[in-house]
């Protein structure tokens, strides 16, 4: 139960209005520290901390205030210039703005938050005496990020088929999903597909360093409520008003629609089949249809936010890892307005922060190597986000040394990832793409930031199952770009639509850079498998039918490029339909190999829609099969089901 009684939607808002301010103190801090002189800057700074200890007097959180009135008593004094402010003042003021952020948690599961560490309050007291020395002690020490976790499937895969005495599997389970899938797709309206929902890829360090007056103290113990308890997303967002007067004003003229709609079928059921009727008909179903379309994108907008609330936080964490790594980097991000999902861009939180994190720990060189090597001693990671076209396009670049793809290849051989004559046969494009191996590293030591070779094959592996596409590329000597690109929204999936043996399948629209036509006489062995040449690039042939456990029913007509990370491939299918945007359900207790989820086309059958990495991947032991065996499905409009279903 909450401390705070009948305050607790006051707490609410006073937490999510408090959290923006602390983050936005937390960039304008970042930014003081290169612009010590600017007063406007500090005023800001002043006026934001008062207004968090204000709310938090007003919720009678002792601790809290306390807190921000000696951090505040500091901020008054480094804009009256009365001391001046250094990297050890800011050391101390970051200390105190981490633990606020610390008290919000506590204050988020209904708790009274302790009082802040004494060793803290200690040295806020220290820092405001301009005159006594002060030197930098760590409060605590940084703990070690935690291990990147391996994402949430969207849908959590059934236990696996019950193995019949002759180690069959049972296909009860399969079939009902198969069968069921059109009931649920046309039950509800759907909500946005539930992305993965990751824990951490990494934390900055919680603690960076203070300062106090010698002798040191001993190294303060946590207390027990700041213990972060598991962070649950956010289920509000803020809307604009005129993006729900927009969404009321469209519901209105579709309701004026459907009274035209329902007034010509009266006609029509009485006979009433001329001309104009049918033309008034064929009006009012076009005019419906581009209203639904507008009210679709009017709902998908109210769920769009600026990813500069995501950018906002990772500031702070470039300048507080540079600092314990004794870099000097600039962070400079660009494009903050540029507007995502609101799920997308929590979900987006873990990826961006371990690539920063990446960004300054592998990327950037120590001022002493950059003088060295003829640059400024000051490096710079860009951080930035455009759209691009129904895409959003993030990339993280730095003006580091860049990758060697000849190092990477024999990191990867060393560490037993791939074998000499796999690394022999890789260009220097797909050697930068070993950094997304599990278990990969540069690093010959293990330290509280990098080396264990965990991090960014579950970036990637999250960013896909956004449905978006990760790319590098690098220059020694100059830098690395690290580009993601993803869909403006997960509640509709582009997809095209394909065929084999007859049956319908979709394969994200991301995915796919052209569809060719298929010549026999085209297709070339190389190593026992067949190859197209296209543009002089070598790709492989994966039939469809084949990864599906199918027997081809005619001769493969077309064949759909396809870029899946780092390797592009032909998909060899009978023929497409067209594209299509459609709404992906789940299907109902198992998530079969290969498939993400099921949709209905405009005929009303069911779609299985193709988790073209899933099927791709080598099956592990036990895994459930797709919905599949080794012939043509005998149902049009239904996955192909075990023969025994069929009889």
Same mark, same amino acid.
Request: hydrophobic share 40%.
């Given at each position: 139960?909450?401390?705070?009684?009948?305050? =607790?939607?006051?707490?609410?808002?006073?937490?999510?209005?408090?959290?923006?301010?602390?983050?936005?103190?937390?960039?304008?801090?970042?930014?003081?520290?290169?612009?010590?002189?600017?007063?406007?800057?500090?005023? =800001?700074?002043?006026?934001?901390?008062?207004?968090?200890?204000?709310?938090?007097?007003?919720?009678?959180?002792?601790?809290?205030?306390?807190?921000?009135?000696?951090?505040?008593?500091?901020?008054?004094?480094?804009?009256?210039?009365?001391?001046?402010?250094?990297?050890?003042?800011?050391?101390?003021?970051?200390?105190?703005?981490?633990?606020?952020? =610390?008290?919000?948690?506590?204050?988020?599961?209904?708790?009274?938050?302790?009082?802040? =560490?004494?060793?803290?309050?200690?040295?806020?007291?220290?820092?405001?005496?301009?005159?006594? *020395?002060?030197?930098?002690?760590?409060?605590?020490?940084?703990?070690?990020?935690?291990?990147?976790?391996?994402?949430?499937?969207?849908?959590?895969?059934?236990?696996?088929?019950?193995?019949?005495?002759?180690?069959?599997?049972?296909?009860?389970?399969?079939?009902?999903?198969?069968?069921?899938?059109?009931?649920?797709?046309?039950?509800?309206?759907? !909500?946005?597909?539930? *992305?993965?929902?990751?824990?951490?890829?990494?934390?900055?360090?919680?603690?960076?360093?203070?300062?106090?007056? !010698?002798?040191?103290?001993?190294?303060?113990?946590?207390?027990?409520?700041?213990?972060?308890?598991?962070?649950?997303?956010?289920?509000? +967002?803020?809307?604009?008003?005129?993006?729900?007067?927009?969404?009321?004003?469209?519901?209105?003229?579709?309701?004026?629609?459907?009274?035209?709609?329902?007034?010509?079928?009266?006609?029509?059921?009485?006979?009433?089949?001329?001309?104009?009727?049918?033309?008034? /008909?064929?009006?009012?179903?076009?005019?419906?249809?581009?209203?639904?379309?507008?009210?679709?994108?009017?709902?998908?907008?109210?769920?769009?936010?600026?990813?500069?609330?995501?950018?906002?936080?990772?500031?702070?964490?470039?300048?507080?890892?540079?600092?314990?790594?004794?870099?000097?980097? #600039?962070?400079?991000?660009?494009?903050?307005?540029?507007?995502?999902?609101?799920?997308?861009?929590?979900?987006?939180?873990?990826? /961006?922060?371990?690539?920063?994190?990446?960004?300054?720990?592998?990327?950037?060189?120590?001022?002493?190597?950059?003088?060295?090597?003829?640059?400024?001693?000051?490096?710079?990671?860009?951080?930035?986000?455009?759209?691009?076209?129904?895409?959003?396009?993030?990339?993280?670049?730095?003006?580091?040394?860049?990758?060697?793809?000849?190092? /990477?290849?024999?990191?990867?051989?060393?560490?037993?990832?791939?074998?000499?004559?796999?690394?022999?046969?890789?260009?220097?494009?797909?050697?930068?793409? /070993?950094?997304? $191996?599990?278990?990969?590293?540069?690093?010959?030591?293990?330290?509280?930031?990098?080396?264990?070779?965990?991090?960014?094959?579950?970036?990637?592996?999250?960013?896909?199952?956004?449905?978006?596409?990760?790319? +590098?590329?690098?220059?020694?000597?100059?830098?690395?770009?690290?580009?993601?690109?993803?869909?403006?929204?997960?509640?509709?999936?582009?997809?095209?639509?394909?065929?084999?043996?007859?049956?319908?399948?979709?394969?994200?629209?991301?995915?796919?850079?052209?569809?060719?036509?298929?010549?026999?006489?085209?297709?070339? #062995?190389?190593?026992?498998?067949?190859?197209?040449?296209?543009?002089?690039?070598?790709?492989?042939?994966?039939?469809?039918?084949?990864?599906?456990?199918?027997?081809?029913?005619?001769?493969?007509?077309?064949?759909?490029?396809?870029?899946?990370?780092?390797?592009?491939?032909?998909?060899?299918?009978?023929?497409?339909?067209?594209?299509?945007?459609?709404?992906?359900? *789940?299907?109902?207790?198992?998530?079969?190999?290969?498939?993400?989820?099921?949709?209905?086309?405009?005929?009303?059958?069911?779609?299985?829609?193709?988790?073209?990495?899933?099927?791709?991947?080598? *099956?592990?032991?036990?895994?459930?099969?797709?919905? $599949?065996?080794?012939?043509?499905?005998?149902?049009?409009?239904?996955?192909?089901?075990?023969?025994?279903?069929?009889?």
């Amino acid at each position: 139960m909450s401390e705070f009684g009948g305050m =607790d939607e006051l707490l609410q808002d006073f937490l999510t209005e408090s959290s923006e301010l602390l983050s936005d103190v937390d960039n304008k801090l970042v930014e003081l520290e290169r612009r010590p002189d600017d007063k406007n800057m500090l005023h =800001d700074i002043f006026r934001g901390f008062h207004t968090i200890k204000g709310g938090a007097g007003f919720l009678n959180v002792s601790p809290l205030v306390n807190l921000c009135h000696r951090t505040e008593n500091l901020f008054d004094k480094l804009r009256n210039s009365e001391i001046q402010l250094n990297p050890e003042v800011m050391d101390i003021i970051l200390e105190a703005t981490g633990v606020v952020r =610390d008290m919000f948690d506590v204050l988020r599961q209904g708790r009274m938050p302790e009082g802040a =560490d004494p060793m803290l309050l200690e040295a806020l007291d220290r820092a405001l005496k301009a005159d006594q *020395p002060i030197t930098v002690v760590q409060l605590s020490p940084p703990p070690p990020p935690p291990p990147v976790a391996a994402p949430t499937p969207a849908a959590a895969p059934a236990p696996a088929p019950a193995a019949s005495p002759a180690g069959a599997p049972d296909w009860q389970s399969l079939y009902h999903a198969v069968v069921v899938p059109a009931q649920a797709v046309t039950s509800a309206p759907a !909500p946005a597909a539930a *992305p993965v929902v990751a824990k951490p890829v990494a934390a900055a360090p919680s603690q960076p360093p203070a300062v106090v007056a !010698p002798p040191p103290a001993p190294v303060r113990q946590p207390s027990k409520p700041t213990a972060m308890a598991p962070v649950q997303q956010e289920n509000t +967002i803020r809307i604009d008003t005129q993006r729900l007067d927009q969404v009321l004003n469209l519901s209105g003229e579709i309701g004026l629609t459907k009274n035209r709609l329902t007034t010509l079928r009266t006609e029509i059921l009485q006979g009433n089949r001329d001309t104009n009727t049918l033309r008034s /008909l064929d009006e009012a179903v076009s005019q419906l249809d581009l209203l639904v379309g507008d009210l679709q994108n009017a709902v998908m907008k109210t769920r769009m936010q600026p990813i500069g609330r995501l950018f906002q936080k990772y500031p702070r964490l470039a300048r507080d890892l540079a600092r314990q790594l004794g870099k000097e980097v #600039e962070l400079v991000i660009i494009g903050e307005e540029t507007e995502l999902d609101k799920t997308m861009i929590e979900d987006l939180n873990d990826p /961006l922060v371990h690539l920063v994190r990446n960004a300054v720990d592998h990327g950037v060189e120590t001022p002493d190597e950059r003088i060295a090597s003829g640059k400024k001693p000051q490096s710079v990671i860009e951080l930035s986000a455009q759209q691009v076209g129904d895409h959003i396009l993030i990339e993280i670049t730095d003006d580091g040394k860049g990758m060697r793809a000849e190092t /990477l290849r024999r990191k990867a051989v060393e560490k037993g990832l791939i074998d000499l004559e796999t690394a022999n046969s890789l260009d220097d494009k797909q050697a930068l793409q /070993l950094i997304f $191996l599990p278990g990969f590293s540069t690093k010959d030591q293990i330290s509280n930031v990098s080396g264990r070779g965990v991090g960014m094959d579950v970036v990637r592996t999250n960013i896909q199952k956004l449905n978006g596409r990760i790319d +590098i590329t690098s220059e020694v000597g100059e830098g690395t770009r690290i580009s993601i690109s993803l869909p403006l929204t997960l509640a509709i999936l582009p997809v095209l639509v394909v065929k084999v043996c007859n049956q319908p399948f979709a394969v994200p629209l991301a995915m796919v850079r052209e569809i060719i036509p298929i010549e026999h006489d085209s297709i070339q #062995e190389v190593s026992g498998r067949p190859t197209i040449v296209v543009r002089d690039e070598i790709l492989p042939v994966r039939s469809l039918a084949d990864l599906l456990g199918w027997q081809p029913t005619q001769e493969t007509q077309f064949g759909v490029l396809m870029q899946s990370a780092e390797r592009a491939f032909i998909l060899a299918i009978d023929a497409f339909v067209g594209r299509d945007d459609v709404v992906i359900k *789940p299907l109902q207790n198992i998530r079969p190999r290969g498939v993400a989820g099921a949709t209905l086309s405009g005929d009303g059958s069911v779609v299985l829609v193709l988790d073209m990495e899933d099927l791709l991947a080598e *099956p592990a032991a036990n895994t459930p099969s797709p919905l $599949l065996t080794n012939s043509a499905p005998s149902n049009p409009g239904m996955a192909r089901l075990p023969d025994f279903m069929n009889n």
